[in-house]
């Protein structure tokens, strides 16, 4: 990936380092932050890249010398990677690759290090870590990668320059669930979700969003059409399937995502949450007017905020389908 391909996707982040490189001017340590799937890796070795190359005059690595040649066939012996051996990035791993900067016959000055995963560094990896920062030798860039900042030592993340790159459009992130073997329809709401780590909890994460999406959508049918049946399927299906805190608020989000389709169908928008519901999303959008469903996606964020304090969730939900039904 070249910088131009970069900057398409994350502009924000590659306008950062392209600063740094146009003024010959890095941080020792760099942390690129962002979920998975950003192109955090190719973009830490593309700076790699252009921080080892001897003939590059602009932000671009000239992809010809042998510096340039060795990174892009991953044998550069000055950029080395560190990824967590097991569940940890253990301070073995962090000695074994100073040492190996220090005796190995290095070739010029510049070194560079990636750590994949930095917030799985134990803290006494990340204690080794952190004295290799305060003392530089030579031109040393580090480049951490993670998924979660808070996980890494303050005192770490006070001595790096925090690149954020911005998450994933809903749509690629999709793609990317359907290249791990979700389907369309699995991908499409996953993607949509914030709290993904609890659906990944889940013993099959494919089956549960299944079955939290069919008693989304049988919960808004009978919204709609068999009011009586409400309170028996909130009962029945819902309550027992959205069990603690965090599913019942990905159960909220998954309701809100069904009355925001409605509004999509009803605006002729495209991007929806549920693609393989068009059917009843037209019939939905058909027998409802933007004010009514404007006033139903209010009334599940009153819930969410509801739910985040604290109240009963099943005295929470009773009352929100109530309030979702009004106007049918
Ligand atoms: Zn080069």
């Not at 659906?199 to 994460?205: F, K, L, S």
């Amino acid at each position: 990936m070249n910088w131009n391909e970069l900057l398409k996707r994350q502009p924000a982040a590659v306008r950062v380092l392209q600063g740094g490189l146009q003024k010959e001017r890095l941080p020792h340590a760099y942390i690129f932050e962002g979920e998975a799937g950003v192109p955090k890796e190719a973009a830490a070795r593309l700076l790699g890249q252009a921080f080892l190359c001897e003939e590059r005059t602009t932000v671009h690595p000239c992809g010809e010398c042998s510096d340039c040649r060795r990174v892009l066939s991953g044998s550069h012996p000055d950029l080395l990677t560190i990824e967590p051996e097991g569940a940890s990035i253990k301070k073995g791993q962090v000695e074994m690759l100073q040492k190996e900067f220090t005796y190995k016959g290095m070739e010029s000055a510049k070194k560079v290090y990636l750590i994949h995963e930095a917030h799985r560094m134990t803290a006494s990896a990340g204690n080794s870590l952190l004295k290799f920062l305060e003392e530089p030798e030579g031109e040393t860039l580090a480049i951490l990668l993670t998924e979660n900042l808070h996980f890494l030592l303050d005192t770490i993340v006070s001595r790096a320059q925090v690149v954020t790159f911005a998450p994933l459009p809903e749509d690629e992130r999709a793609e990317e669930l359907k290249e791990q073997g979700y389907t369309n329809g699995q991908a499409a709401l996953l993607a949509r979700i914030a709290d993904r780590a609890t659906v990944e909890a889940q013993e099959e994460p494919g089956a549960w969003i299944v079955q939290a999406k069919t008693v989304v959508v049988q919960l808004t049918e009978e919204v709609q059409k068999r009011p009586q049946q409400v309170l028996l399927t909130l009962q029945e299906k819902w309550l027992p399937h959205f069990q603690d805190r965090k599913e019942q608020q990905i159960g909220l989000d998954l309701l809100l995502y069904w009355y925001r389709d409605v509004l999509y169908t009803k605006l002729k928008r495209l991007s929806l949450a549920y693609p393989d519901e068009v059917e009843r999303l037209h019939e939905e959008a058909l027998h409802t007017s933007e004010e009514k469903v404007s006033r139903q996606l209010e009334a599940i964020l009153d819930a969410k905020r509801q739910l985040a304090a604290n109240v009963n969730s099943q005295l929470l939900m009773e009352r929100l389908l109530l309030r979702l039904q009004e106007g049918f």
